[in-house]
């Protein structure tokens, strides 16, 4: 067993609080224009997709949420109109959420709202250089952790397990 050393420990302990405290920001403020941070991030992420549109499956792992918990914040988004759920073409199993046009204009409408959150409440507190490399730290670690197709396939299905 390799413990981690007292640095290690401090590091990674000042790591899970920090990123906690950071979440619970930005979703305070996200809350207070009626949306909530996963909800949000499933938005965005669907804004960049080409068509505007993705296999549950293949959201589910570039959240990193159970395929259930997709379903049911999927659920709360189709009530407000934000988005559709579609049958994937050619696959009888396969579902795919698309952003609606009402979905897209509340992205639009509370990106400044997140924007500005993200710097106020971690931008700000980091030089650019602090930035740089919290980015290359976790791109490593995202890497590390498995980002190709079959890989976020398995995180999905491990998740939903």
């Known amino acids: 067993m390799r413990w981690l050393s007292p640095t290690e420990q401090v590091s990674w ?7 906690r405290l950071l979440e619970v920001a930005l979703d305070r403020d996200l809350q207070a224009h009626g949306v909530s941070l996963p909800e949000y991030e499933i938005l965005s992420m669907l804004s960049e997709q080409p068509g505007r549109r993705e296999r549950m499956s293949e959201l589910a ?4 949420q159970s395929r259930s918990r997709l379903t049911h914040t999927a659920n709360r988004l189709e009530r407000r109109g934000w988005v559709q759920r579609h049958p994937v073409p050619g696959d009888g199993r396969g579902v795919e959420l698309v952003l609606t046009e009402a979905g897209l204009e509340a992205v639009v409408e509370m990106a400044p709202v997140h924007v500005e959150s993200v710097r106020r409440h971690w931008l700000d507190a980091l030089s650019p250089e602090l930035v740089q490399a919290l980015g290359d730290a976790m791109t490593r670690v995202r890497d590390d952790n498995g980002t190709s197709q079959q890989q976020r396939a398995e995180v999905a299905r491990v998740c939903a397990d």
């Open 61 to 64: 792992a570039l959240v990193v």
């Open 13 to 19: 302990r000042a790591y899970l609080r920090g990123q």
